[in-house]
């Protein structure tokens, strides 16, 4: 069974931090590139950032660059987000996703307020 698990969102002030995990499990997470997606509340999904399978690559949606960085952990089947100087704006559900794929993590609240 495909899993991926979403984890480290919560409430923080603007201008704070997050680390956020996606754990993988039942497929070959080390062969596919790797993708974070929000989504606001009243607002469809909008992408954040990609890496390659073998993180040799990295793309980001311009309102995140600077802040934002992608990582993955091959051996730990993980990605992550460190996501630096959060802005009330970043405040979504945040999923990962498997590129060219239908698997999809059930997503992991950032709420950034004062």
């Known amino acids: 069974e495909v899993q991926l698990v979403e984890s480290g969102g919560g409430l923080v002030q603007p201008g704070g931090s997050l680390r956020l995990s996606c754990a993988a499990s039942g497929f070959a997470f080390g062969s596919y590139d790797m993708s974070w997606v929000r989504q606001a509340p009243g607002k469809g999904p909008e992408w954040v950032s990609t890496?390659?399978?073998?993180?040799?690559?990295?793309y980001s949606a311009d309102f995140v660059k600077g802040r934002f960085t992608i990582s993955r952990d091959n051996a730990k089947n993980t990605l992550y987000l460190q996501m630096n100087s959060l802005l009330p704006e970043d405040t979504a559900v945040y999923y990962c996703?498997?590129?060219?794929?239908?698997?999809r993590g059930q997503g992991t609240q950032v709420t950034v307020s004062s």
């Open positions: 890496i390659t399978s073998d993180s040799g690559r990295t």
């Open positions: 996703a498997a590129e060219s794929t239908d698997f």
